[in-house]
């Protein structure tokens, strides 16, 4: 090296002296070589990365062209230096080669770089990572030359004068290339500049400063956020992970298979389970079967393909993954130099020889490798981040993915809350456990190392401390695996506590209509009480947990020193030993703390897994029963095809062959429960084939019998995603008797319908649900009694304008299920259902001649056909054997029922019926406040109408969270328990500044004493009182855990009573205006944030500034000039927190506002499932789905960016901290000891985890304490009157039962038109009245008005002469009793179901439900009045709801009874069944009727007809159809002549 220099190469003398320098041979040689090596190595593979993946090339931009001339320029310069180096006249030796050499090497350096630079013009970011380290590289070891060269030419300006001048121009140039490699280039195919920004805006996230500086300026919108990269979209992510989810499921299938085999052989007789399936049903087997079901239920559920999903997701993204790892890698190095830097830095100080420039290298070197530290993190956890954030985006799109194609039995296991869960829930799990999931072996690896080096320092006696910390260990697991129980437990309680308030939201009609609130406020509370005690539990096991975490460090350095004292004699404690220690031991703090915690976390995240695993490795729905074919002579063929709900129960339908020729009309009739709609569903291939099959030739479109309707206009509704076309829509609108009830809705069309449709009348749901199916153009119209809830004129209607042979679905073929006789003469062909198989089929006539079950049936009901066809039913017919039962006789029809129903529990149609819980809320909230007679008038009107925007956009609060919310909580929790709380946490500080200071002391005794003369008493007392200390500041911290804990305790419980009686008292037109989703999301997430969240947040905030604060004292004690250094950064500081902390918020209360439309549009789809299947729009709605998640990923990712923006300009900070200090110590090093300089260096290097975390936990508080201000917000909802007020009626009111309407009026809100205009008129005791009129006459509102649902604009109404506005609403409801048009019913027992409030006794129930022709039926079950009902009734069919609805109305035998349109859906046989019991039960009552079949009403004393909100006629029947009025046209359309023709 020496002659290829011509110089020394190496002399260590060169830096053992105070102006040190570095031999300039070493510096164009070594120095040279490491950057241009690294250059090369990497060179190659960036060019073939790029090849591989250029995307087309982008136009030249200004940046490039600088770039590329400063490296020409470089080029010339090297040429130019090559050339004086040949032509240099050496004079007396010859040229050093390292004189041409060099120059030849750089040459070739820049053509390369040229073409680096040119080949990124083909990537989206220009500026490659590997050109910016380069250019770093090269400049720092250039430094050295560049020093060198200055001091030659300051001692000899003659000297190398050319070479230098080259030297420094070229320097510089390299200075402007970094700088404007630090510039990022905007490429213009890519949205999101993250993609786009250069290596240094990468690693500082300074991309992101407009986002913040926009969020700074006024609160974000979801617009102003960029989009996520291509490769981060739910479509790409899901696609990529499919590919080895099919492969990986696949393989977990196969093993399940093999664990079953073996099973099998193991225990044979598990297999064969007794009881042939048709053996006779006597009740006692019934039961057996349950039980053996159940059974053997709980055995199979249990098995499902297991441990795939991980494998799968970590193929799908293990390049992220592994890039994570290596930054780790290095950051857990660097972790261990900074002790090894202080404990270099304290012998320095103490050494008074050293040079001066030794400390300031040293103060730089703290400084880099803290940064590099601080960037490999900040990298780390912005790629963990993301990872998980992918995570949760695949498991949330897989699972929207998997409801769509999962067989219905999988499916009946889920109610649609744990499907929710599974996507709000688990996927959270799941993204939390990858943000950190490297910590596994890095906490490891940590603890290792802490080790090795706290033995260099102390020896063995490292073992004693490392012990305490062991035994530690199983401790804390213990404790964590409690914890963890308890957290399962109480997920139960809150899935339960969910359900209910998901339920009685749903049904809070029924609630307020039966006054029925405080029994299930009472059931909530229960459950919530549960829930809070396990809390408390929970919080008990944390606070031991901090306890023994906060000793750990204390307790460990307590015994190591001790134990290190006490071995030897010779052994003392001096500054490098101990405060190099203590660093270590707070390095080991961390991933001690981090181990328990990732551990529980990891088996939290397991069980979430299991349930990921076992819905999407769940059946699908087996469909080959189901053939579609393109020719063939006919439109459906079933071939011998039986189908079942459940493999385990009998099929529901059996046998079937039926054959449908294409564009034929066919009726399919029978009574509730002959199994009608699972017919349907066959076709649909919604059932499990048992054998047989349904072949199809043609599109289908469906119309079910409880019709879906979307959040969205009802123009949305019924395009349902096809293109627009104006006449043929016009059309449709017309033919479904569309067109008045557009005229009556605000906007027309545009009127927003709320969530499940609440703000429709059940017809008008219906007609929406069939206008959709017509739209779509199909060849087969599968239509599921779609007449049954509109009035008998519309029907008509419909009939012949859709259905009939002149309608518009002409020539399609069409499948009609139909409870209206008096369509049939017009249809093709008849086939009669009865318990699942065809009793008959054939046209009208044939059915007629063959004198079967139809005609026997028929006869006994047709006695009269008016003019129009309209059936009607005798009393008198003659009793005939109806062995099949098709439409029973009165006498029989119980035990029908029953039997029917046990031998099928699902034989109505569950799926759909799932939507009825939602019908239950028919407020026709939005009539008669427009009067515009022209649909396309509204065209012109494009602004908005006042009332058409139902549901309000979700409130976002934005700016800061406002003072009182917080004192709203801290009041919940307790002015004096927060005194003593933060008393008590500020002792605990102050006894870890003093035990610092005892160490610093106790390390001051090495200089004072040797190892010969230390006395042991003053040993044992730098001992004892340095423990004490330490166990003061453990108790200290457990006292202030457990006080917090009680009083976040408590504050839950308040917030939530408060938040629930609130809800409960609010009006019906806040359940209309505000989608259920968002008042649960209340109950669910907000309410677990007070949990669990918000204390845990509160108390770190508190701990990390205490933290904060005594470290700055204690450096502020040592060294008194850091306060100026002080005042700058915490300007910054505070700065970047005021900057990122409005953004931040904003960003936390984005990604939760557009979470909610992910759950709702998915629970939409679930109950929509088999609408969605038979149209076949599985796609649209998966895209639908997917631009959701992105809208949300868009949030997430830009809050995940905030805060390694924030956390990497404040580790900054923090850096700068220990730089300052170590500067300081450097500078003052005269005046200083070294146990100052390790106290104050040990705490520096502690204080930058700190100032993160302090601002991360004030922003984690913020959002946090937003759940507040949601509660909060609900909380003040306006409530409706009081529930019982000072003024209450005689317990026996009302006697007589009279009701007057004096001028009454009311509207639906105060933006509205009235919808009643006036209404005065006398209801006299006892009288039954029938109210008719057109839809959105204002019938239902009447019924409202009693029950003061609505609230009067003007009048009153007097019941038995008290104004019912003057008493309390309990005292009304309580006394008056609604059958009301949807039967809704709730999870719990059937005697619940009837009596929530434990107010009757056995017998009367059981008297209740002989009246309402249930008894046999209820007596046959197993469990009699403890049957389960499920959620929303579904194992019940209609008809039999209805039967308990009636049930709960003969319960309460109060003298007012309203019947709301009961009869809607129920077929005649059950139909005549509750008039007869409504007639006989109630005759001294007075019964108010609101009828869509005329003659339900004409045996009424009056009859009110009401026209657009006014009476327009009122008298007994006999009077009004010897007017020609209103009431006349009607009965004459429904084929109703004279008043003894019509009864029922």
């Known amino acids: 090296m020496e002659q290829y220099c011509n110089s020394t190469f190496w002399n260590s003398s060169f830096l053992d002296r105070p102006e040190a320098d570095l031999p300039l041979c070493f510096e164009q040689t070594v120095l040279v070589w490491i950057p241009l090596g690294f250059f090369w190595l990497l060179a190659p593979w960036q060019l073939f990365s790029v090849f591989r993946s250029r995307t087309k090339k982008s136009s030249i931009t200004k940046f490039y062209i600088a770039k590329q001339v400063f490296v020409v320029s470089l080029l010339i310069l090297a040429a130019v230096d090559l050339s004086l180096a040949l032509t240099e006249d050496p004079g007396h030796a010859t040229v050093a080669p390292v004189r041409y050499t060099n120059p030849i090497l750089y040459m070739c350096t820049w053509l390369l770089v040229l073409v680096v630079q040119h080949s990124r013009q083909w990537c989206v970011q220009k500026n490659s990572w590997f050109l910016s380290i380069f250019w770093i590289l090269s400049l720092f070891c250039g430094t050295f030359q560049f020093q060198t060269l200055i001091r030659a030419l300051l001692q000899d300006s003659k000297s190398n004068m050319a070479y230098s001048c080259l030297y420094f121009i070229s320097y510089g140039f390299q200075l402007i290339i970094l700088i404007l490699s630090a510039f990022s280039e905007s490429s213009d195919s890519s949205q999101n500049p993250s993609s786009t920004a250069s290596f240094l805006s990468s690693i500082t996230f300074s991309w992101f400063d407009s986002t913040v500086l926009k ?196 499916r009946r296991q889920y109610t649609i809350g744990e499907t929710v869960n599974l996507m709000s829930v688990d ?135 001790s134990v290190y004292v006490l071995v030897s004699s010779s052994n003392i404690l001096d500054a490098e030993k101990a405060f190099t220690s203590i660093t270590l031991f707070n390095i080991l703090r961390f991933p001690l703390t ?143 008797a569309l067109l008045p009830d557009l005229e009556i809705l605000p906007g027309g069309d545009m009127a927003e319908i709320g969530e499940k449709g609440i703000n429709l009348s059940g017809g008008q749901k219906q007609r929406v649900s069939l206008a959709r199916a017509i739209y779509q153009d199909a060849d087969i119209y599968i239509l599921d009694d779609p007449l049954s809830a509109v009035d008998a004129h519309v029907g008509k209607h419909i009939f012949n304008k859709v259905v009939g042979p002149q309608g518009l679905l002409n020539g399609k073929t069409r499948v009609l299920v139909t409870h209206s006789i008096h369509f049939l003469p017009q249809v093709d062909e008849i086939v009669v259902l009865g318990n699942g198989t065809i009793l008959e089929k054939g046209s009208y006539q044939d059915l007629l001649d063959k004198k079967g079950v139809f005609a026997k049936n028929l006869k006994r009901f047709i006695k009269h056909s008016g003019p129009e066809g309209e059936a009607t039913v005798n009393d008198d017919s003659e009793e005939e054997d109806d062995s099949w039962g098709l439409i029973p006789t009165i006498e029989e029809i119980p035990e029908d029922a029953a039997s029917l129903t046990m031998k099928r529990e699902n034989s109505l149609r569950r799926t759909l019926s799932r939507s009825s819980r939602s019908s239950s809320r028919h407020v026709k909230s ?56 933060v008393l008590i946490y500020a002792l605990d500080f102050v006894a870890y500044i003093g ?106 905030w508190v701990l990390c500034l205490f933290g904060i604060i005594s470290t700055l004292v204690m450096i502020c004690m040592a060294t008194p000039v850091f306060v100026i250094i002080i005042i700058p950064l915490s300007i910054f500081y505070i700065a970047v927190q005021v900057f990122y902390v409005a953004t931040s918020r904003q960003l936390r209360r984005l990604d939760s506002v557009t979470k909610s439309p992910i759950y709702s549009h998915f629970s939409e789809t679930v109950s929509g499932l088999p609408v969605i299947r038979a149209f076949e729009h599985q796609q649209r709605f998966l895209t639908c789905n997917e631009n959701r998640v992105n809208t949300n990923q868009k949030c997430v990712f830009s809050w995940i960016t905030s805060n390694r923006w924030l956390a990497i300009r404040l580790e900054l900070v923090g850096n700068l901290v220990v730089f300052c200090s170590a500067l300081l110590l450097v500078i003052y090093k005269n005046s200083l000891t070294g ?66 309407f004096n001028n009454y009026q009311v509207r639906y809100r105060p933006e509205l038109d009235l919808v009643l205009k006036g209404i005065t008129c006398n209801i006299k005791s006892t009288e039954k009245l029938g109210v008719v009129g057109r839809t959105g006459a204002g019938k239902s509102s009447l019924t409202n008005c009693l029950f003061r649902i609505l609230e009067s604009a003007g009048g009153q109404i007097l019941i038995d002469g008290i104004d019912i506005a003057s008493i309390g609403l309990h005292d009304l409801r ?111 009552c007075t019964v108010i009727t609101i009828a869509h079949r005329l003659h339900t009403i004409m045996d009424s004393d009056k009859i009110m007809v009401l026209d657009n909100g006014k009476i327009v006629e009122f008298g007994s029947p006999e009077e009004l159809l010897s007017n020609s009025g209103p009431f006349y046209l009607m009965a004459k359309e429904a084929g109703i002549e004279n008043v003894n023709n019509t009864e029922l």
């Open 995 to 1100: 035990s610092n200071l005892w160490l610093s002391a106790w390390t001051r005794d090495s200089e004072k004493y040797n190892s010969t003369n230390y006395p042991p008493s003053q040993r044992d007392m730098r001992i004892g009182i340095f423990g004490a200390l330490g166990v003061i500041q453990g108790v200290f911290l457990f006292i202030a855990t457990i006080w917090s804990v009680y009083g976040c305790n408590h504050a839950s419980k308040t917030l939530h009573s408060q938040l629930l009686s609130n809800i409960l008292r609010a009006p019906m037109s806040f359940f209309d205006t505000t989608p259920t989703g968002r008042i649960v999301n209340r109950f669910a997430g907000d309410i677990s944030n007070v949990d669990e969240t918000l204390p845990m947040s509160l108390r770190s």
């Open 1374 to 1484: 309580g006394k008056l009793t609604i059958i009301p048009q949807d039967p809704i019913l709730f999870s719990g027992s059937l005697r619940m179901n009837l009596d929530p409030v434990n107010k009757y006794s056995d017998e009367e129930i059981w008297k209740a439900l002989e009246l309402a022709h249930l008894k046999s039926f209820v007596s046959g079950l197993p469990l009699g009045l403890d049957h389960e009902v499920s959620e929303g009734g579904d194992n019940l069919s209609i008809g039999q709801r209805q039967l308990l609805c009636l049930g709960r109305a003969l319960l309460r035998k109060s003298k007012i009874l309203v019947l709301d349109e009961a009869t809607a859906a129920v077929d005649l046989g059950t139909d005549s069944l509750i008039q007869t019991t409504i007639r006989s039960e109630f005759s001294q």
């Open 1235 to 1300: 146990d100052t300089v390790g106290f104050v260096l040990s705490n520096a290097l502690n204080i930058t985890q700190t100032l993160n975390w302090l601002v991360r936990m004030t922003s984690e508080a913020e959002t946090n304490i937003v759940a507040v201000e949601r509660i909060n917000e609900y909380i003040k909802v306006e409530n409706e009157a009081p529930w019982v007020t000072e003024k209450r009626p005689p317990a026996d009111w009302p006697r007589r039962g009279e009701i007057q």
């Open 215 to 410: 969020g700074y300026k006024h609160p974000l919108t979801v617009e102003d956020i960029w989009e996520v990269d291509e490769g981060n979209t739910a479509q790409s992510l899901v696609s990529k992970f499919e590919s080895f989810m099919t492969k990986d499921l696949q393989k977990a299938k196969q093993a399940l298979q093999r664990r079953r085999q073996k099973k099998s052989q193991r225990n044979p007789e598990a297999v064969l389970h007794g009881l042939d399936k048709n053996q006779s049903q006597s009740q006692d087997v019934l039961v057996l079967e349950d039980t053996k079901k159940k059974k053997k239920k709980s055995g199979t559920t249990k098995d499902f393909p297991k441990s795939w999903l991980v494998k799968a997701l970590f193929k799908s993204f293990y390049v992220v993954f592994l890039k994570s790892l290596i930054l780790k890698l290095i950051h857990d190095i660097l972790l261990f130099l900074s002790p090894q830097l202080l404990k270099f830095l304290i012998a320095f100080v103490k050494d008074p020889g050293t040079y001066p420039w030794v400390g300031y290298i040293c103060a730089i070197l703290m400084f880099a490798v803290t940064a590099i530290q601080s960037f490999c993190l900040q990298g780390y956890f912005q790629l963990c981040f993301m990872l998980g954030m992918s995570v949760r985006t695949t498991v949330i799109s897989s699972v929207y993915k998997k409801a769509l194609t999962l067989s219905n039995l999988t």
């Open 427 to 561: 996927s959270q799990k799941l993204m939390d456990v990858t943000n950190y999931i490297h910590l596994v072996w890095s906490s490891v690896l940590q603890i290792t190392l802490s080790i090795f080096f706290l033995w260099r320092e102390l020896g063995p006696s490292v073992l004693a401390g490392v012990g305490v910390m062991v035994l530690l260990i199983p401790f804390n697991g213990l404790l964590a695996g409690k914890g963890r129980k308890i957290q399962v437990q109480n997920m139960k309680y809150k899935d339960k506590r969910l359900k209910i308030m998901n339920e009685l939201l749903s049904g809070i009609k029924i609630l307020k209509y039966f006054a029925w609130e405080p029994s299930f406020q009472e059931q909530v509370h229960g459950l919530r009480n549960k829930e809070l005690k396990n809390l408390l539990r929970f919080g008990q096991m944390q606070a031991v947990m901090i306890f023994t975490l906060q000793l750990t460090p204390v307790l460990v350095s307590v015994v190591t020193f």
């Open 594 to 736: 981090m181990l328990p915690m990732m551990i529980t976390s990891v088996l939290q995240a397991s069980v979430s897994v299991d349930r990921i695993e076992k819905y999407l490795g769940g059946d699908d729905l087996d469909t080959s029963a189901i053939r579609h074919v393109s020719n063939f002579d006919k439109a459906v063929q079933f071939s011998e095809a039986s189908f079942t709900w459940d493999r385990d129960m009998e099929a529901t339908i059996r046998d079937v062959s039926l054959d449908i020729k294409p564009g034929h009309l066919v009726a399919v009739v029978g009574t509730v429960g002959s199994g009608k709609s699972s017919l349907i569903s066959a076709m649909l291939g919604e059932m499990e084939n048992v054998h047989g099959h349904v072949t199809i030739k043609g599109t289908t479109a469906y119309v079910p019998q409880q019709s879906w309707i979307q959040n969205g206009t009802i123009k949305d509704n019924i395009l349902f995603g096809s293109e627009f076309n104006e006449k043929k829509y016009q059309q449709v609108l017309e033919a479904c």
């Open 926 to 981: 939005l009539k008669n406040s427009l009067k515009i007679k022209n649909v396309n008038a509204l065209k012109e009107e494009e602004e908005l109408v006042k009332g058409q925007k139902l549901t309000e956009k979700e409130f976002v609060e934005s700016g800061k969270v406002k003072f009182s919310i917080y004192l709203k909580y801290l009041q919940a929790i307790g002015w004096w328990s927060i005194f003593f709380i």
